[in-house]
């Protein structure tokens, strides 16, 4: 990227449970190795949320007690946030539950991972349980689906407006693969309008 160059800014609206998340996750930092600077705001979206069919329910407002699938995650990463932690947990929970098949929704699997992601864990844990912890959540999806149109996850969105619900095959392994797939999401998401969707048909199983 050139010197003084101003950087790439878009968002992305998330689930931790979605492993096309943790591809793009790959993604851009793969870009960011190559020396692009990017400026990504990580949004979230509950595909619970999306996924109910229970009128009037949602992730946020739902019992504490209530076992709801991603939820715990979400009010993590707004915990790690309080403590300016956020891209350091949010890397830890994608890798825990895409590398290492962890699951998320266990209490001491995420205090285990906001320990070694260095956060104040007694501090965290204080967090977790405010009632307020999940209004980002509830802002963000209701944001998303009024007012973008987001219906999954991973959504890109960028500057002026132009968005994308992108899914990844497995990650360049080197940074410049990385630059190649990434410029072309650029051109074709960002940057060309007329292009209204891609979907690749896959052959039939025989």
Request: negative net charge; proline residues 5%.
């Amino acid at each position: 990227m050139a010197a003084g160059a101003e950087p790439i800014r878009f968002d992305v609206f998330f689930d931790y449970q979605c492993p096309y998340v943790y591809r793009a996750s790959l993604l851009i930092d793969e870009v960011r190795r190559s020396g692009r600077e990017l400026d990504v705001r990580w949004r979230y979206f509950s595909l619970t949320q999306v996924n109910s069919k229970d009128d009037g329910w949602t992730v946020w407002d739902a019992p504490a007690g209530e076992p709801v699938k991603g939820r715990l995650a979400f009010a993590a990463a707004e915990a790690a946030r309080r403590q300016h932690r956020f891209g350091d947990l949010h890397r830890a929970l994608l890798s825990a539950r895409h590398r290492d098949r962890l699951e998320l929704d266990e209490p001491e699997v995420v205090e285990s991972m906001a320990a070694s992601a260095g956060l104040d864990v007694e501090r965290f844990k204080t967090d977790l349980s405010d009632p307020s912890i999940l209004e980002a959540l509830a802002a963000d999806h209701r944001h998303a689906v009024t007012e973008l149109g987001i219906f999954g996850t991973p959504a890109f969105v960028f500057e002026g407006g132009a968005s994308a619900y992108v899914r990844l095959t497995a990650p360049a392994e080197e940074a410049d693969g990385a630059v190649q797939v990434f410029e072309r999401l650029l051109a074709v998401a960002a940057e060309e309008p007329r292009i209204l969707e891609i979907k690749r048909p896959r052959k039939p199983v025989t």
